[in-house]
């Protein structure tokens, strides 16, 4: 049974048999020649360095150990160079486990976000895009993968729901966005932000331990295969104009061509979406940074690779003497 999460590890804490997902693992050499393991361990609630050192080699299990693997650890934590690593004293692989431990979860109530998308198709008055977005959302088999899919593996709504509560927050932007603009096409904001992510569904999958890329997320990508399931759904109601003015939308929807979009946005309905679609990324990795890591002495985090900044967490409380 797990005890203790990443985030309740402190220097000089000690555990036995907890449970973590081996993230990575390699062979090093020290600077004497000895060989070492360095890992980096994970639960849901974040990822951790650890060392292995040749003494309690005898104690671990490491041979058949690979990434994606859950682990049972005995350790004990230390701060090195600043940062928290555990040194792993007894190692073997686990048998039987709880997947929650190791997936985050929306903190939303799933039936509430379907109950609010559906009241978002239900409000489109074109009868082509209700159809289209009635077949996709109301079928069984693609609605089982929109309730846990996340929207990405790392980056931003990296969680089971991730996709669905994403693409709620793309919805609600890109309509607070529209109503400035009434000659906007709302049918179309709406249609585009519900469907601009939606060939994520195909393009991860849910293991017990971890989100994984198919082969079709790594050879064809979210952004085609979403194209073409909204072709294959396609209903006779759908005009050709509001046809390719949606696939537009999903095509473009990543706004730079840098960035992975086939097109640049060239409707205003496209441009919404981008704008939305952009904000709803960005501010959620500056959520996650505050949930997740905690700010050095100065109120500041670690710098972050995708946001390209380090992140102010605000100023420290001090105690009066």
Excluded at 77 to 90: F, H, N, R, S, W
Aim: glycine share 6%; charged share 30%; hydrophobic share 35%.
């Amino acid at each position: 049974m797990k005890n203790l999460f990443v985030k309740d590890i402190t220097d000089g804490v000690e555990g036995k048999s907890e449970e973590f997902v081996v993230d990575e693992i390699r062979q090093h050499k020290t600077k004497a020649g000895k060989p070492f393991y360095r890992l980096v361990l994970k639960d849901k609630t974040g990822t951790i360095g650890a060392r292995i050192w040749s003494d309690y080699f005898p104690f671990c299990e490491i041979g058949e150990v690979k990434p994606g693997d859950v682990v049972e650890v005995d350790f004990y934590a230390e701060e090195y160079g600043g940062d928290l690593q555990l040194i792993v004293t007894k190692l073997k692989l686990s048998q039987e486990f709880d997947p929650s431990n190791f997936l985050k979860s929306s903190n939303k109530s799933v039936n509430e976000l379907l109950s609010k998308l559906y009241y978002h198709i239900e409000n489109i008055k074109s009868e082509g895009l209700k159809q289209l977005l009635t077949s996709i959302f109301q079928d069984e088999s693609l609605l089982e993968k929109i309730k846990v899919i996340p929207a990405g593996e790392k980056v931003h709504h990296d969680y089971i729901g991730g996709l669905l509560e994403h693409t709620l927050e793309v919805v609600e932007i890109a309509l607070s966005i529209a109503k400035h603009y009434p000659m906007a096409d709302k049918d179309l904001v709406v249609a585009g932000a519900l469907l601009h992510d939606i060939g994520k569904i195909f393009e991860f999958k849910v293991e017990p331990t971890s989100f994984k890329r198919t082969k079709e997320g790594y050879l064809i990508g979210h952004i085609v295969l979403g194209v073409d399931l909204v072709t294959k759904k396609r209903p006779k109601a759908l005009s050709e104009e509001e046809y390719v003015k949606l696939v537009h939308i999903i095509l473009s929807h990543h706004h730079d061509l840098e960035l992975g979009a086939v097109v640049r946005p060239a409707t205003i309905e496209a441009a919404i979406v981008a704008m939305a679609d952009y904000a709803s990324s960005q501010v959620r990795q500056f959520a996650k940074e505050l949930t997740d890591n905690k700010p050095n002495e100065d109120g500041f985090g670690e710098y972050h690779r995708t946001l390209k900044t380090r992140v102010y967490f605000g100023k420290p409380e001090t105690k009066e003497d």
